[in-house]
């Protein structure tokens, strides 16, 4: 199998396998809750679920054991959580701002 180098920043290098198009395939991370953070490489022709290129996909990294899946996959739950409740908490201060600033118009 034909490879070459993909630079993961921080990461080790990883040897990037050609795609059955002949192209070098494409490094991503998955964020997905099953898969959080695993890299895998693809056909550069696809881009997303509905083109999948030539359907080339083999992952980097491995999986993470069970333990470890079941903790990533609580913070992200935790996560989005608090990323409602920010969005809850910011909707209430726009409001009372509004109403803060309707009453010092009623003062003055
Ligand atoms: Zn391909």
Redo the contacts with the bound molecule.
């Keep these: 199998m034909n490879t070459e180098i993909v630079d993961r920043g921080e990461e080790l290098d990883v040897a990037a396998p050609r ?5 070098i ?1 494409r490094l991503q991370t998955s964020l997905i809750e099953a898969n959080p953070l695993r890299g895998f490489h693809v ?4 881009s997303g679920r509905r083109k999948k ?4 996909f083999v992952w980097v990294d491995v999986e993470f054991p069970h333990r470890e899946k079941a903790l990533v996959s609580w913070l992200f739950r935790r996560l989005k959580e608090l990323e409602k409740d920010v969005g809850h908490r910011q909707a209430r201060e726009r409001k009372l701002m509004g109403w803060l600033i309707l009453s010092w118009d009623l003062v003055s």
């Excluded at 795609?19 to 192209?23: E, N, Q, R």
């Excluded at 056909?43 to 696809?46: E, G, I, R, V």
């Excluded at 290129?53 to 080339?56: A, L």
């Design positions: 795609c059955f198009c002949g192209k395939a056909c550069p022709n696809s290129g030539c359907g080339f």
